[in-house]
T-cell receptor, first 111, second 110 residues
Framework: ETGVTQSPTHLIKTRGQQVTLRCSSQ?????VSWYQQALGQGPQFIFQ???????GRGNFPPRFSGLQFPNYSSELNVNALELDDSALYLC??????????FGPGTRLTVL | AQRVTQPEKLLSVFKGAPVELKCNYSYSGSPELFWYVQYSRQRLQLLLRHISRESIKGFTADLNKGETSFHLKKPFAQEEDSAMYYC????????????FGTGTRLKVLA
């Protein structure tokens, strides 16, 4: 069984640019959630995808968007990057029993 | 407002001493509570969930609905318990999003 994987591991962008982060869910999972973890903070919920549809969203502006594909992998897109977007972005996959399995994260630095 | 509070950023104990990591929550409804752990250079992983009532690696946590708490306890700390611990609440309104606390770093001293 393959665990949750994320790419890239690290990324450096400048203000105003756009970024796409990728997540492959664990085998058998149909739900993917994305979280932002700023330094010294706990993860904050961005949104969740269930069977290719958005299934809930946290307090993040519309420039944070996502996709889920038929194989349940997912992308997180962030437009018009701001300095405060610098964080660790975590992806978690789950099935019906609600336990979320986390990936290793993508560290985004915005200069 | 839905919130998870972990009042201690850092907790240092000596090996063999009891450990209690505090977690309080604010939620209207019947939440599901979790403890996640992150060891150095590893990903977040589930330690406990309240519905399973298991003891994992010697840790236990009891959901106290009256005090809205879900404290994590271990009678005798080991050096390998040193890690970052996050308490999380699952919003069971259909989204099952997690609301995390800010985490407590546990250092077990030799």
């Amino acid at each position: 069984e393959t665990g949750v994987t994320q790419s890239p591991t690290h990324l450096i962008k400048t203000r105003g640019q756009q970024v796409t982060l990728r997540c492959s869910s664990q085998s058998g999972h149909n739900t993917v959630s994305w979280y932002q973890q700023a330094l010294g903070q706990g993860p904050q919920f961005i949104f969740q995808y269930y069977r290719e549809e958005e299934n809930g969203r946290g307090n993040f502006p519309p420039r944070f968007s996502g996709l889920q594909f038929p194989n349940y992998s997912s992308e997180l897109n962030v437009n018009a990057l701001e300095l405060d977007d610098s964080a660790l972005y975590l992806c978690a996959s789950s099935s019906l029993n609600n336990e979320q399995f986390f990936g290793p994260g993508t560290r985004l630095t915005v200069l | 407002a839905q919130r998870v509070t972990q009042p201690e950023k850092l907790l240092s104990v000596f090996k063999g001493a009891p450990v209690e990591l505090k977690c309080n929550y604010s939620y209207s409804g019947s939440p599901e509570l979790f403890w996640y752990v992150q060891y150095s250079r590893q990903r977040l992983q589930l330690l406990l969930r309240h519905i399973s009532r298991e003891s994992i690696k010697g840790f236990t946590a009891d959901l106290n609905k009256g005090e809205t708490s879900f404290h994590l306890k271990k009678p005798f700390a080991q050096e390998e318990d040193s890690a970052m611990y996050y308490c999380a609440l699952s919003d069971a309104s259909g989204t099952y999003k997690y609301i995390f606390g800010t985490g407590t770093r546990l250092k077990v001293l030799a």
